[in-house]
C-alpha cells in the first residue's frame, strides 16, 4: 500500500503594501515621542537666545568699537578697549570691591541660612508666620531698604553709632572708610537675601528621608554630627544651586551701592566720595549713561561676564567637594 504525503503548502511571501504599514495612530505616537520634548523646551531657548545670547554676542561686538551712545559708532577699534581697561585704575579698584563686598555678602549669608533653615526644620510653634517672616526682607523694596539701612548707618544721628558709643567706640563715617562702607552694603544683602536662601534650604531639608536620622539617633550620633553627615551632603544640589545664583547675583550688585551714595539721587553716584564701594556694575552705569562711551562700558560688562564664569566655576567646584564629604 502506496502512502502519499500531503504537500506542505508554502505560505505566501509577505507582500509589501500600505496594508502592512503601521497604522496611523502609532505613527504619529512615535513621532510625539521623539519630538515632544524638543517643542516644550523650544519657547526656552527662543526667549534666551532673543534676550540672553544676542545681547551677549551684540555687546562683543560694540566693546571693538569706539562707540558713543548718542552719536552711534565711530569706528572699529579692535582690541584698544580691552587695553585701556587692564591699564585703568578704577577698573581695577572696582573689581576690588565687587569681590570684597562679594565675599562679605555672600558666604555669611549662605552660612546664616543654613542655620536658619536647621532652626525652621526643627519643627517650632508658627511654624507658618516664622517662614513667612524670613521671607519678607526680599519682597520689600530695595529703595526702601537702602533709606533704612542708610538711617541706620548714619555718620551722627545713625544707630548703629548710637549703640558703638555704649561700648566705648568712636563714630564710623560708613559711607567714607573703605571697609565701613562695604561692610555696612554686604548688610544690606545679607537682610535681603538670608530668608529667601533659607526656604530654599528648607524646602531641601523637608525631603530628606526620616528614617535616615532615626538610624543615626540608634547609633548614637548627635544634632551637630546628623547635620553635617546626613542633611549637608543630602541637600547639595540645592546648596550648588544657591552658590551659583548668589555668586551671580553678588558680582552684579548695583541697588544696594548706588542707593546706598547720596550723589546717586543727583545722578552723580560713584560709589562713594572716594569711589570706595563702587562696583564694576556702577562703574559700567558710569561710563555708559553718564559719559556715553557705549564701546567701554561694553567692555567693563564683558570682563564682568568672565569675572562672574570664573568665580561660579571656583565656588561650584569647592562647594560640590566640601558637601560631599559629609
Known amino acids: 500500500m502506496t502512502v502519499t504525503r500531503p504537500e506542505t503548502e508554502v505560505a505566501p511571501a509577505a507582500s509589501v503594501s500600505p496594508s502592512n504599514q503601521p497604522p496611523k495612530r502609532f505613527r504619529l505616537s512615535n513621532w510625539d515621542a521623539r519630538y515632544t520634548p524638543y517643542l516644550i523646551i523650544a519657547p526656552f531657548f527662543l526667549v ?46 572696582a573689581l576690588f570691591n565687587t569681590l570684597s563686598l562679594f565675599v562679605l555678602s555672600t558666604v555669611p549669608q549662605l552660612l546664616a541660612a543654613l542655620g536658619l533653615a536647621a532652626l525652621l526644620d526643627r519643627g517650632l510653634r508658627g511654624s507658618a508666620f516664622w517662614r513667612a517672616g524670613v521671607l519678607l526682607p526680599n519682597v520689600i523694596s530695595v ?125 552723580n553716584s560713584t560709589g562713594g566720595s572716594d569711589r570706595q564701594f563702587q562696583t564694576l556694575v556702577l562703574y559700567m552705569y558710569e561710563k555708559g549713561f553718564r559719559l556715553f562711551d557705549a564701546g567701554y562700558a561694553a567692555t567693563v560688562a564683558w570682563m564682568l561676564f568672565v569675572v562672574v564664569l570664573l568665580v561660579a566655576i571656583v565656588n561650584f567646584t569647592l562647594t560640590r567637594r566640601i558637601a560631599g564629604k559629609g
Do not use: C
Open 48 to 93: 534666551f537666545g532673543i534676550f540672553g545670547l544676542y545681547p551677549l554676542i551684540y555687546t562683543a561686538w560694540v566693546s571693538l568699537h569706539d562707540w558713543q551712545l548718542i552719536d552711534g559708532n565711530q569706528g572699529f577699534v579692535g582690541l584698544a578697549n580691552y587695553v585701556e581697561l587692564f591699564g585703568d585704575a578704577k577698573f581695577w579698584n
Open 143 to 267: 529703595a526702601a531698604v537702602a533709606l533704612v539701612f542708610a538711617q541706620f548707618f548714619g555718620r551722627d544721628f545713625g544707630i548703629v553709632n548710637f549703640l558703638l558709643g555704649f561700648v566705648g567706640i568712636d563714630p564710623i563715617d560708613w559711607r567714607a572708610e573703605t571697609w565701613a562702607s562695604h561692610l555696612a552694603v554686604s548688610t544690606m544683602v545679607m537682610w535681603r537675601w538670608t530668608g529667601y536662601n533659607a526656604l530654599l534650604y528648607l524646602a531641601a531639608m523637608q525631603s530628606v528621608p526620616k528614617d535616615m536620622y532615626e538610624s543615626a539617633t540608634l547609633d548614637g550620633a548627635g544634632r551637630w554630627r546628623m547635620f553635617w553627615s546626613i542633611t549637608v551632603p543630602s541637600i547639595r544640589p540645592t546648596i550648588l544651586f544657591t552658590v551659583v545664583t548668589s555668586t551671580i547675583g553678588g558680582l552684579q550688585l548695583f541697588a544696594e551701592p548706588a542707593l546706598f551714595d547720596p550723589g546717586f539721587a543727583a545722578n
